[in-house]
């Protein structure tokens, strides 16, 4: 019987040759590193937070768009509102339907209504709408 020699693999002899070497990675002590410098701001920026709150009371079909007033929503407190604090330029809205932020380019908010821009769909009866209002004053 004649003896078969196994297949060379694609490796032999040739990964040794082929191999990259990593440089040992050295540890340090922490010591050695400086801290990064202390910087006391001079000034604060302080934020705040407005949260208006509008459970729909009936369908509303966006296909036309739709505009929802002030003094539909109610604050953190559970108190109506009659206009919504607007923080321009230093600061930003945000609008979650059924606790689903909302992109910018879907709505408007005004200190007196909520513009939702027209979209091939229904709010239904029941769903929450929150506005959050964050602005930032520097102190």
Same mark, same amino acid.
Request: net charge negative.
């Given at each position: 019987?004649?003896?078969?020699n196994p297949?060379?693999?694609?490796?032999d002899?040739?990964?040794?040759? &082929?191999? =990259?070497?990593?440089?040992?990675?050295?540890?340090?002590? +922490?010591?050695? /590193?400086?801290? #990064?410098?202390?910087?006391?701001?001079?000034r604060?920026?302080?934020?705040?937070?407005?949260?208006?709150?509008?459970?729909?009371?009936?369908?509303?079909?966006?296909?036309?768009?739709?505009t929802?007033?002030? &003094?539909l =929503?109610?604050?953190?407190n559970?108190?109506?509102?009659? +206009?919504?604090k /607007?923080?321009? #330029?230093?600061?930003y809205?945000?609008?979650?339907?059924n606790?689903?932020m909302?992109?910018?380019g879907?709505?408007?908010?005004?200190?007196?209504?909520?513009?939702?821009n027209?979209?091939?769909?229904?709010?239904?009866?029941?769903?929450?709408i929150?506005?959050?209002?964050l602005g930032?004053?520097?102190?």
């Amino acid at each position: 019987m004649k003896k078969i020699n196994p297949p060379k693999s694609i490796c032999d002899g040739c990964c040794e040759e &082929n191999r =990259f070497n990593w440089h040992r990675i050295k540890a340090i002590d +922490e010591s050695s /590193i400086p801290p #990064p410098p202390v910087v006391i701001p001079s000034r604060t920026i302080i934020p705040t937070i407005n949260r208006y709150f509008y459970i729909v009371t009936e369908d509303i079909d966006l296909t036309n768009g739709v505009t929802l007033l002030a &003094n539909l =929503f109610s604050d953190d407190n559970g108190d109506p509102v009659t +206009e919504f604090k /607007i923080f321009n #330029p230093n600061g930003y809205d945000n609008l979650y339907i059924n606790g689903v932020m909302q992109e910018s380019g879907a709505y408007k908010v005004t200190p007196n209504s909520l513009i939702l821009n027209p979209f091939n769909t229904t709010i239904f009866d029941g769903t929450p709408i929150i506005i959050e209002s964050l602005g930032f004053q520097l102190m």
